[in-house]
């Protein structure tokens, strides 16, 4: 009945910001499902943030890159990553994967590239109007917002004047580009993964004179491989409570990783999986090689000093930034419709601004352990929203998930703008699909009907 439904009716109109792993495969299940769409890419290829050195600016790939997710994790359900990778691939390989899905899927006719949409704003009739930098105007009946959050750099106001270079880690291409950091006192800001990767690359001697790695907390670094097995393909059994779970991976990691102080770090505040995990198998070696030398946060820059919140003071040429990115819509004029300073965005399921419902937003979370095929399980909810197979609870119920979850992120994650978006993919996923269970259920009780009327003109670009 469900499926006769979607056949009965014209379906909306839609159009998905950004060709990136998450605009990609939303564009997949649309297509699969008939839905007509546009998809808008700002660059001349597809692949978002893993397109090293796009020309639309918004790539955080270095030279030497590879995902911390493994091969296995990664994968679109329907299209295998090759069985030639390495556990762990490189962007180039990454990059790659995703022109050939997009090949595939024959989805390249539908992306519009070298489009970048300027502005999305919804008319007098709730209808979506976008315009994009090639002097187009286009309007939709729905809108998927699939532009990333790895793009808007959050670097930090230090008080005071610096007589070096001061960029922050999206600049970074390699040791040489764009600054030679050959004999250069160098301090790297922050302790994620883009922060260690590019310690562990600029601490060697033959690189920096002197490398300095500054944070304000201590982090726990997890390994990458476990007993010779990628450690990620490892997950615990659904029926075990989430509170036990957390405590046995936390044991885990200690007896196996042993304590941050130990490799000369400073002790976590927080324990093991109450922050966003940082993953390395060279940084620790780096670290016991004495390589790197701690420091505290900066507190105030001075010609050719970096002072520090221990009262030292070093001779520094390049400070690199790894603080992290802003989550930013530059489309959206509504102030409804953007997140606040410290990257808070309440939506339900990750995807809905309650009140607003011809509007899902696709990949925007700091999933453990897999980002790249998140958009993947949300796109099943959308496509089955605007064809009448699912229907959304009501704006008291999603304003009350939306509470239980933020009170269940405060209490695990300490306060910070990184955590704002931060789940858990296999608990995440199996909460969708009871929810997409439970939102079939209504919609049958509303006859399986549009819950967004196709109204938008048929136009193509």
Same mark, same amino acid.
């Given at each position: ?5 979607? %056949?009965?009716? %014209? ?51 270095? %030279? ?398």
């Amino acid at each position: 009945m469900a499926a006769l439904s979607a %056949q009965n009716h %014209q379906l909306p109109r839609v159009a998905v910001i950004g060709a990136g792993p998450s605009g990609i495969t939303v564009a997949k299940r649309l297509a699969e499902y008939g839905i007509p769409f546009d998809c808008y890419e700002a660059s001349d290829e597809v692949g978002g943030n893993w397109y090293y050195k796009n020309p639309n600016g918004m790539s955080a790939c270095y %030279q030497s890159l590879h995902i911390d997710t493994s091969k296995f994790r990664l994968q679109f359900e329907d299209f295998p990553a090759p069985e030639e990778w390495p556990d762990f691939p490189h962007h180039t390989q990454l990059h790659q994967y995703f022109k050939d899905y997009v090949e595939h899927f024959g989805l390249r006719d539908r992306i519009h590239l070298n489009h970048k949409v300027i502005s999305a704003e919804r008319d007098a009739e709730g209808l979506w109007v976008v315009s994009t930098d090639k002097g187009t105007t286009e309007t939709y009946d729905v809108l998927l917002v699939c532009n990333g959050h790895h793009w808007d750099p959050r670097t930090p106001d230090y008080p005071g004047e610096f007589n070096g270079v001061l960029m922050h880690s999206h600049a970074y291409n390699d040791p040489f580009d764009p600054v030679d950091m050959r004999g250069k006192r160098i301090v790297v800001v922050g302790m994620g993964n883009s922060g260690l990767d590019i310690a562990t690359e600029l601490s060697q001697r033959f690189i920096a004179s002197k490398f300095y790695l500054s944070a304000r907390r201590g982090v726990w670094v997890l390994p990458k491989y476990v007993n010779g097995q990628v450690g990620d393909k490892r997950s615990m059994p659904a029926w075990i409570p989430s509170k036990m779970a957390l405590k046995m991976k936390q044991r885990f990691v200690v007896k196996n990783r042993g304590h941050m102080e130990d490799y000369g770090l400073p002790k976590p505040d927080h324990l093991p999986f109450e922050a966003h995990p940082s993953a390395s198998e060279e940084f620790l070696h780096r670290a016991g090689c004495g390589d790197i030398t701690f420091k505290p946060a900066i507190t105030k820059l001075d010609g050719d000093k970096v002072h520090f919140a221990d009262g030292s003071i070093e001779a520094v040429d390049v400070v690199v930034c790894a603080t992290g990115y802003h989550i930013s819509f530059p489309f959206f004029g509504d102030k409804a419709l953007l997140p606040d300073e410290r990257n808070k965005f309440p939506l339900y399921r990750q995807m809905v601004k309650p009140g607003v419902d011809n509007l899902f937003f696709l990949g925007l979370a700091q999933p453990m352990p897999t980002l790249v095929n998140f958009a993947e399980q949300q796109s099943k909810l959308v496509a089955a929203y605007l064809t009448g197979n699912y229907r959304l609870p009501s704006e008291t119920e999603m304003a009350e998930g939306i509470r239980e979850v933020e009170e269940s992120r405060s209490g695990r994650y300490y306060d910070s703008p990184r955590h704002t978006i931060q789940i858990e993919f296999e608990p995440y996923v199996r909460d969708l699909q009871k929810e997409m269970a439970r939102g079939a259920k209504r919609a049958e009780a509303h006859g399986f009907a549009l819950p967004v009327r196709a109204r938008a003109s048929q136009a193509q670009v």
